[in-house]
């Protein structure tokens, strides 16, 4: 089983200025990228695949350990997805999205466990809490929190479902864009295609770090840095 780690999320205001990726960014004296990397190799998981965008791969290579190989790739998440069929020859592969580096290893081993006959792709999920409105003519409709979930990583996906759903066919309604436009998905395209997917419970800490707001939460999470929202006035959440 290979793990492929995605680095294609875009730069972000508020983050070290020229860092061409959120996942470079340092977190306690760590990147980001290096504490997924790490929850990985304490798995006995083997050297992942980095893929990410043209722009980022020369930072990567250069803060990363010579031995990971790192692939760039024009295009969106649906390229990255294309160049990662290319490159690898497993039966399953794990997909992990960069800027989820805090995602504990319990999250991964569960996923892992997951898998069996019957079974096409495995996803971790959390229930969403923020309020979730759908846009009528009419105006806006409350939806059912309870219906819904949230995708986290990694996916554990088995190669001919991945190769399926990336079928020009199977996406002709996608856009094909840059990793800040991308809307390409592996699991909402498999769910849509009829393959089984099963979800796992997810994890708080598995939240995607893309700017200033989710990297102070990644601060708080790690215990570097302390929520003072309260003193602002703005109301906390339990």
């Known amino acids: 089983?290979?793990?492929?780690?995605?680095?294609?999320?875009?730069?972000?205001?508020?983050?070290?200025?020229?860092?061409?990726?959120?996942?470079l960014e340092l977190l306690g004296g760590s990147r980001l990228?290096?504490?997924?990397?790490?929850?990985?190799?304490?798995?006995?998981?083997?050297?992942?695949?980095?893929?990410?965008?043209?722009?980022?791969?020369?930072?990567?290579?250069?803060?990363?350990?010579?031995?990971?190989?790192?692939?760039?790739?024009?295009?969106?998440?649906?390229?990255?997805?294309?160049t990662v069929l290319e490159r690898t020859d497993e039966d399953l592969l794990l997909l992990h999205d960069a800027e989820r580096a805090l995602t504990p290893p319990a999250v991964v081993t569960e996923v892992l466990s997951a898998l069996e006959d019957g079974i096409d792709a495995v996803v971790p999920v959390i229930a969403l809490t923020d309020s979730v409105k759908e846009v009528r003519p009419e105006g806006l409709r409350n939806i059912d929190r309870t219906t819904l979930a949230?995708?986290?990583?990694?996916?554990?996906?088995?190669?001919?479902?991945l190769e399926q759903v990336l079928e020009p066919a199977a996406s002709a309604g996608t856009l094909e864009a840059g990793p800040e436009h991308d809307r390409f998905d592996e699991i909402l395209e498999a769910i849509e295609s009829g393959a089984q997917v099963r979800t796992v419970q997810g994890s708080h800490s598995g939240f995607a770090v893309r700017d200033r707001l989710t990297l102070w939460q990644a601060q708080i999470s790690l215990g570097l840095a302390r929520d003072t929202s309260h003193r602002h006035g703005i109301s906390r959440r339990g």
């Open 1 to 23: 089983m290979r793990p492929v780690v995605l680095a294609l999320a875009p730069p972000a205001p508020g983050l070290t200025r020229g860092a061409a990726t959120p996942c």
């Open 33 to 82: 990228i290096n504490r997924l990397l790490g929850t990985l190799h304490g798995l006995g998981l083997p050297m992942p695949l980095v893929v990410s965008t043209d722009d980022s791969a020369p930072q990567l290579r250069a803060a990363l350990d010579p031995r990971i190989p790192v692939v760039s790739v024009t295009g969106g998440r649906r390229s990255a997805l294309r």
């Open 150 to 161: 949230g995708l986290q990583s990694p996916r554990l996906l088995r190669r001919e479902l």
